[in-house]
Structures are given as C-alpha cells and as structure tokens.
C-alpha cells in the first residue's frame, strides 16, 4: 500500500539518483544564464521573475507541509527550519527585487555588449528545471524536519545544531557579501569586471563557496540523509558551474586575471 513514508523514501531516492547525472552533464553543458546566456534554449523571462518563480517552492511547500507534521508543536523542529527557510526567503524576494532595482539602474549602459548578455533573459526551460528541484528538495527537507526527525530523542541535537548553524551563518554571509560585490560592480556600467576584496582574492566564485557551506552547515543540523542529499546535491551543480566561470574569467581577462585564484574551494579547486 501506497503512503507517505514510502513517498518520502522515493522521492530520497530520487535526490541521490539524479545527483550523478546533473554533475557528469553539467561538466560538459553550462546551464545557460548570467555570464554564460546563449540562444538556443527556448523563451526567457527576466531573471528576476525567473529567480522567484524557480525558488519559491521551497515557502510555499514547506509551509504547507509543515503544520501537518507529527513534529510541527516541537520547538526543536520550529527553530530547525528556520535556516532553510531564512535562506529561501531571502533568494525567493529579496534576491529578486535586488536583481530588479539592478537592472533597472543599469538601463543608462545597455549599449555595451557585455551589459545587454548580463541583462539577457532567463531561460524558461532551466527555471523549469530548477523549479522541479525546489519542489522535491523542499519536499524533502521540511517533511523530514516536521515528520520524520526523531528530535526527542537525539541528545546531541543542540550541539550539532549549534556548530552546523556557526558554519551555515558564517556561508551565508560570505554568500551576500560576494553577491552585493557582484551587484556593485554590474551598477557601475561599463560591462563585466574583475571582482577584487575578501574571498574574491581567493576564489572566482565565493558566492557558491558560500552557498555551499550553508548546505554543508544545514547537513550538520539535520544529520540526515535529506540534509546530506541536499549539500551533494548542491556540490554537482555549483562546482561544475564555479569551473566554467573561473575558465571564462580566464578567457576573458587573460594575463590580467589573477592567476593564483581557484574556482570555488580556497587553495584547493
């Protein structure tokens, strides 16, 4: 017989099985937005809509969900999704609307090249995709922290959660501060630059080295099998994508690009 804990289990599954697949592909097919935008790929929306559309499965889910969960009185399962949803929150409305108050800002310089790619539409078909993972990976994390958690039970949960959110917190940080630098330097017109200052010395992409120790973070928290599908998950789609932007930074700038940055991880890719 059909039910919710069988669906859970499946839908688990799934998250590990398409893990393989999204890094093997995404080594040899860069998804087609931002810096990396080509034709090909069907209609587009402004990015901004697309960010918004594509991330808010995760609220919209999850709240859903998560009043109809056997921990959903628990005040360890209440303070636990508060860092997944603090995270979507800001990438499903603030994000968005600080892509939108860029954009317009840039209007001034449309004439260069390089502006009208960074301005060029969001591919609908990706904003598809991303919004089927959202919807199973929201799944995913909020019934387990509402149903499936055994939170009474666990006597490590405070010390987990606190280190786990020490490093969530710490990768969220590094994640808005890299993206209010790139934002900085978009406002500024005259096309794409070297970014320079903090982590930005170290790495092409401090912003997914962010994202990713926020995942890493949450895995901790959860200590479960969902948490670490989701920071894996995370890794086979960011750090494929960290190496196609350091190649086209490199390709880009040339000599002028520093040669001792990596791509995502500091001092080792």
Not at 135 to 145: A, I
Not at 205 to 218: D, K, Q, R, S
């Amino acid at each position: 017989m059909f039910s919710d804990q069988y669906f859970f289990h499946y839908s688990l599954l799934s998250l590990y099985l398409i893990t393989p697949p999204t890094i093997i592909s995404l080594l040899f097919l860069t998804a087609p937005y931002g810096k990396h935008h080509r034709p090909g790929w069907g209609p587009t929306i402004p990015p901004p809509l697309a960010w918004f559309l594509m991330e808010s499965p995760t609220i919209w889910l999850t709240f859903l969900i998560f009043p109809h969960g056997n921990n959903y009185h628990k005040f360890r399962a209440q303070i636990l999704i508060v860092p997944f949803l603090l995270h979507y929150l800001h990438r499903t409305i603030i994000y968005p609307l600080r892509l939108l108050i860029n954009t317009h800002s840039r209007k001034t310089n449309i004439a260069s090249p390089s502006v009208r790619k960074s301005a060029a539409g969001f591919p609908v078909s990706v904003a598809m995709m991303a919004f089927g993972f959202n919807l199973l990976n929201g799944y995913l994390q909020s019934r387990w922290v509402s149903q499936y958690a055994d939170l009474d039970g666990d006597e490590w949960f405070w010390w987990r959660f606190a280190v786990g959110l020490v490093i969530f917190l710490s990768g969220m940080y590094v994640n808005l501060w890299s993206d209010n630098m790139l934002m900085g330097l978009k406002r500024e017109g005259g096309g794409y630059k070297i970014p320079k200052g903090g982590l930005f010395e170290l790495v092409s992409c401090p912003n997914y080295f962010g994202e990713i120790l926020e995942w890493l973070g949450w895995a901790l928290m959860t200590c479960s099998w969902a948490g670490f599908a989701f920071f894996v998950y995370t890794c086979a789609n960011l750090v494929p994508r960290a190496g196609a932007n350091h190649k086209w930074y490199l390709d880009k700038f040339g000599e002028d690009y520093p040669n001792n940055r990596k791509a995502v991880i500091p001092f080792v890719y």
